[in-house]
């Protein structure tokens, strides 16, 4: 643990525990980064792993979230596959050890919805918990109504995965693929463990899924509250969005200053699943053809990508990524489809080319193509083992980024449109800004209660919000 969490008077201790990945780490310390910017007695206890202490200690934070880290679960020499089982199998235990060791005990937990175990945890110590689903809520009705109440469904070719207006091929669910078998049990589980919890936290615009939002709400009794976009920026304007250690040390910031308005298109796949090595060659030989100015973050391979592509281009191993989205010289992004990237894509309002590559991304390309209607597929089909040759590839590229076609103009006024969707929902008096107003009053409510207290802190806590 990085030292004892100290005695604060506080009005809420919020523990927050989320699954010990980059994608969902960083949307749960963004979450705890709004909560603490909004009100100064809060005091967060953010726990990761001994190996992710290590990555995000350096990364600046305010000063009431403080980490502590439990053990190390699973190798690096472990498949996808194992590395789930160990995170869902041996991570309880030093939770409970972590817990009694807190010197002022948690008011409230937030943990990764995967974590089903962290749910029995708060439950058999009596806090109260809310569950912070990672990625969009079309996934989660997917997971919760169609495969966990809906079984016999599974073994229908298509879904309707946004009730009553669009509908997917079970074969884009990589969920129910037979090599995903052992994930799957471990998302049901958490699915049957989220009536459970006490509160479900979204990170997701009510206006982006309001019908889905909606039928979820029919269905489950606890209170759902979307608090999209999740990213590290607390307000539209706020110039948290724009600073990030190291980030004035890299060329690609000034190299972006140079170029044509809309004329860059910046391309990543994430940080953890990978593209193959054969679809990476096909890429690269694209952008080299196209003559498209591009921006593109590859971390294993940059050196090798750099050779390839020619000088049209940059190649970097990593960057702050909402601030290029934000540059104005940015016109498109080409993504992985991780719900993170997508956010801030949308926040930045920008038009996407989507790669999906595994897990719930299929289903987030689709709600890109089909129903936001702000972007192309690069693939036919969200098949996930299809190779796109490069010919394909530089058509579309050339297309994409004519930024005086009609088609290019559609593309471009929609995503603005579902830009300002975003930035409205956080500013005063929209959906997500009252959302989290509404799951903070009622968790220092609950910490009154839990403290048998009144007093001033407590009261402060809760008149900012009334």
């Not at 058999?124 to 809520?137: D, E, G, K």
């Not at 109504?145 to 884009?172: G, K, V």
């Not at 579309?396 to 603005?416: C, E, I, N, P, T």
């Not at 509404?438 to 009261?459: H, L």
Request: aromatic share 8%; proline share 5%.
């Amino acid at each position: 643990m990085e030292g004892q969490v100290p005695s604060l008077t506080t009005s809420c201790h919020v523990l927050a525990v989320p699954y010990p990945s980059r994608g969902h780490i960083n949307p749960m310390m963004n979450l705890c980064k709004l909560l603490v910017s909004k009100n100064a007695h809060i005091l967060v206890t953010f726990v990761v792993t001994e190996q992710w202490l290590g990555l995000i200690a350096s990364e600046p934070k305010p000063h009431n979230i403080r980490l502590a880290s439990i053990p190390n679960v699973g190798r690096s020499t472990d498949t996808f596959a194992k590395v789930v089982e160990a995170i869902m199998t041996e991570m309880e235990a030093p939770l409970e050890v972590l817990l009694d060791r807190l010197q002022q005990p948690p008011t409230t937990m937030i943990c990764d919805a995967f974590l089903h175990w962290a749910v029995a945890v708060a439950n058999r110590r009596n806090i109260p918990v809310a569950a912070f689903w990672t990625t969009s809520t079309s996934e989660l009705w997917v997971q919760y109504f169609h495969i966990l109440q809906q079984n016999e469904l599974c073994h229908q070719q298509m879904l309707d995965y946004i009730p009553s207006t669009s509908w997917i091929h079970r074969a884009d669910i990589p969920l129910l693929d037979g090599n995903n078998r052992e994930i799957l049990q471990w998302a049901m589980k958490s699915c049957e463990w989220l009536s459970k919890a006490q509160y479900l936290l979204l990170p997701s615009i009510y206006e982006l899924e309001s019908q889905v939002i909606d039928a979820l709400k029919s269905r489950l009794s606890t209170p759902i509250y979307t608090i999209g976009p999740n990213i590290p920026c607390f307000s539209v304007g706020d110039n948290s969005c724009y600073t990030k250690n190291g980030a004035t040390n890299h060329g690609y910031l000034e190299w972006l200053d140079r170029q044509p308005f809309g004329s860059v298109l910046y391309i990543s796949f994430g940080s953890f699943l990978s593209v193959s090595r054969a679809q990476m060659d096909e890429i690269a030989a694209a952008l080299r053809d196209s003559n498209v100015l591009f921006m593109w973050v590859t971390r294993g391979e940059a050196s090798r990508m750099k050779e390839i592509c020619g000088n049209k281009g940059l190649v970097v191993a990593w960057c702050d990524q909402l601030r290029v989205l934000l540059h104005p010289s940015v016109g498109g992004y080409w993504t992985h489809c991780g719900w993170n990237s997508v956010v801030e894509g949308l926040f930045a309002g920008v038009p996407f080319l989507t790669f999906p590559i595994a897990l719930d991304q299929p289903l987030i390309s689709k709600l890109i193509v089909e129903d936001w209607k702000v972007g192309w597929r690069v693939k036919k089909e969200d098949k996930l083992d299809t190779l796109v040759k490069r010919d394909r590839i530089v058509v579309l590229l050339r297309k994409f980024m004519q930024l005086d076609s009609d088609v290019g103009r559609d593309l471009r006024k929609r995503a603005k449109e579902l830009q300002h969707l975003a930035h409205h929902a956080i500013t005063k008096d929209g959906s997500s800004e009252t959302n989290i107003k509404d799951f903070m009053k009622n968790i220092i409510m609950q910490s009154a209660v839990s403290q048998g207290s009144n007093g001033p802190q407590v009261q402060n806590g809760i008149e900012k919000f009334n």
